[in-house]
């Protein structure tokens, strides 16, 4: 009440309400440890209705993390470790960063995931070094996001045990009581049709009933658990407790000294926490300690009985392909043509060996993506295997493989499907990027040139749409050996995601020996061809499927031409400008821009004087190539539109 007070901004509401349970969860329930929040066997706790994140903010603050009172004091302000929502990265316990309502519903689902794989993997009988749980709040707003119930749905049918989740039913959303919007279904219902162990508390300031139902719940092992809780939002203030005012404004003083009055506290203290409650809460830490003590004792007994396991388990976590990969990548000939897509499941199985705690799968696609680890078996209730059928999900895809990058023993996990359907999914490759994690997204299909399915399937906009989010890598390779490149840079990058935009349709693999070393792809870009020496008359840059078209053009015109791959933006981007001039001379006003995309971005490297072959429509259902010749992808009229500029600016 204080924190949102000070800051005249926040959700007090459902943090008040929802204070008995945080504290059973942080206190008495979830094993962690507060003075080790990295602890690799910990429960992860997910706040899914960000909104409420002072809630979690005083219960880490409680049970003893290092988050001092000062810093919920600065709750929201600059450079604090509380901000609004709570953000991976800030405060320590936050597990992912949550406030787009149903993302941290389906990341715990991912969590879950990577969870039991790493138990298949790891745990032997009577020798279990991974059994944690997920412990998650999620409100109205979180089950009625579709993500969310994409998540349930598939957690239900992989049967994950082991995800404890608390939905409060508060009645109460922004813009009023759930009777305008919620009320005819039936949520538990909805769960258990999904598969779920549901339970219904109707009192949450009954600890007793909760903690006995939270036992339940974390001992279910066969079904995700969904614990229905009632609460009355606000509660114990007076006023405005079951108000919708009472989600996103401060109570204001008198309310608030009306709650604490309540409470029996004084309501002219503020931030005040008395000795008592820090000496009570304390058990969290004893306990986390305790805890964390006995599984160390269990994992070094673990380490001895199976040295293999543990030399695994230490690779793992180094959250780097095993050693050889490199050496394993292909490379392929030279003549013939192969989509990327294509070029990509080859790499794959040839990176299988090296990346054993990968895994990922595609939403309904994966013969068509192409991103299946062949022989790795699937991953179903009974079994981890490393290809997940996603299902018709894209968006819980999204956010599952984001929950599965916040394990760090997983190696970039995947999620694929057409390059149009991004969409579907964009809210959680925003977050991806945003928390900086270690995904990689596979797109395929990823012009008008994948032909008659018609411009409800072809991307035209996505590529600039794409790379508008900042922190994403988005490749766009031009054949089979850059595409081999691209996967390197998804496999290395730290700190953020990579997208790879793959082609339906066969693309020629250039002949390394006429034009420049595909390793150039490592910068972002570089210049793949040249018909003359020194400073050429005209630069063709393009991007994937588009660099043959352009080398194409680039040949037959009269004029010391050059042709710029430039599959990477970002990475491009990046590279010390000696590196970026020496490829796109700034004295080099005739550049022109040729890819199957809007021109949006593209002046950034063709400049004021530079022209841009593009796509300012949606396409249309034909085959491919009568499609890419309508929109004036052939040699011929590329070739045109490149004397032309050069006459123009010369
Ligand atoms: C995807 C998404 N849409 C909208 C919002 C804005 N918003 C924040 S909380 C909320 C709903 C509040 O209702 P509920 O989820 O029941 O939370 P409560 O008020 O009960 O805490 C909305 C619409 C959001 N955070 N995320
Ligand atoms: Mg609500």
Redesign the pocket.
């Known amino acids: 009440m204080d924190a949102v007070q000070a800051a005249n901004a926040g959700h007090p509401g ?1 943090a008040m309400a929802l204070a008995p349970v945080a504290y059973l969860l942080y206190r008495d329930v979830m094993r962690h440890n507060p003075a080790d929040p990295a602890w690799p066997d910990r429960d992860r706790f997910i706040l899914s209705a960000g909104h409420a994140s002072m809630l979690q903010y005083a219960a880490l603050h409680l049970s003893g993390y290092d988050l001092p009172l000062d810093e919920l004091r600065r709750f929201r302000q600059w450079g604090s470790a509380t901000p609004g929502h709570p953000e991976l990265g800030h405060a320590p316990g936050v597990e992912t960063t949550t406030g787009p309502l149903g993302q941290g519903f389906a990341n715990g689902v991912g969590l879950a995931l990577a969870e039991r794989f790493l138990a298949e993997r790891w745990n032997r009988p009577h020798h279990e070094v991974v059994g944690r749980r997920v412990y998650a709040i999620c ?3 979180d089950l009625m996001e579709g993500v969310a119930q994409e998540a349930a749905s598939i957690a239900g049918h992989l049967g994950l045990g082991g995800l404890v989740y608390v939905y ?1 039913d ?4 922004i813009d009023g009581a ?1 009777t305008l919007t919620y009320d005819t279904e039936d949520k538990g219902a909805r769960f258990e049709a999904y598969g779920w162990h549901v339970q219904h508390v109707d009192d949450s300031e009954d600890l007793d009933a909760l903690r006995a139902a939270l036992a339940v719940a974390a001992a279910e092992e066969s079904r995700p658990s969904l614990i229905v809780l009632r609460t009355h ?1 606000a509660y114990p203030a007076p006023h405005a407790v079951d108000t919708s005012k009472a ?1 996103g404004a401060p109570l204001g003083e008198a309310e608030v000294r009306a709650a604490k009055e309540a409470m029996g506290v004084d309501p002219d203290l503020t931030f005040h926490v008395p000795d008592e409650v820090y000496a009570h809460m304390s058990a969290a830490r004893e306990r986390g300690a305790a805890a964390q003590a006995e599984w160390a004792e269990r994992l070094a007994g673990w380490r001895e009985a199976f040295p293999e396991l543990a030399a695994d388990r230490e690779a793992a976590y180094r959250r780097r392909p095993r050693n050889g990969w490199l050496e394993a990548l292909p490379s392929f000939p030279a003549g013939k043509e192969l989509a990327t897509r294509e070029a990509g499941g080859a790499i794959m199985q040839a990176l299988k060996p090296f990346t054993p705690t990968m895994v990922g799968g595609a939403a309904d696609l994966a013969e068509s993506t192409k991103t299946e680890f062949e022989g790795a078996g699937v991953f179903s209730a009974t079994h981890a295997g490393r290809n997940i059928a996603f299902g018709i999900r894209e968006h819980a895809m999204g956010a599952i493989v984001n929950g599965i990058a916040l394990e760090p023993a997983m190696l970039k996990p995947y999620g694929s499907t057409f390059l149009i359907f991004s969409d579907y999914m964009r809210p959680a490759v925003r977050l991806s990027a945003l928390m900086g994690l270690e995904t990689l997204w596979v797109w395929t299909h990823d012009s008008v040139a994948l032909g008659e399915d018609g411009p409800t399937h072809q991307p035209v906009e996505h590529h600039a749409a794409l790379r508008a989010i900042p922190n994403l890598w988005y490749v766009r390779p031009a054949d089979a050996n850059e595409t081999v490149l691209a996967w390197r840079l998804a496999l290395e990058r730290r700190g953020g995601p990579v997208a790879l935009a793959l082609t339906r349709q066969k693309v020629p693999t250039f002949d390394r020996s006429e034009v420049a070393p595909a390793e150039g792809a490592l910068r972002g870009g570089y210049t793949l061809w040249q018909s003359g020496e020194g400073e050429p008359d005209v630069i063709l840059v393009a991007t994937g499927s588009e660099v043959a078209l352009a080398l194409e053009a680039a040949r037959r015109l009269d004029a010391n031409a050059r042709v710029v791959s430039l599959p990477c933006w970002e990475l491009f981007a990046e590279q010390p400008d000696e590196y970026r001039d020496d490829v796109l001379p700034p004295e080099v006003r005739a550049r022109l821009s040729v890819e199957a995309g809007i021109s949006l971005g593209w002046e950034r490297w063709v400049g004021d004087s530079g022209d841009c072959v593009s796509i300012e429509r949606f396409g249309a259902s034909a085959p491919g190539p009568t499609i890419l010749a309508e929109l004036g992808f052939t040699v011929e009229a590329v070739a045109a539109r490149a004397a032309a500029l050069l006459e123009r600016v010369s």
């Not at 508060?170 to 959303?173: A, V, Y």
């Open positions: 459902t409100s109205d707003g409060d508060n009645r109460i959303t759930t939002i989600h």
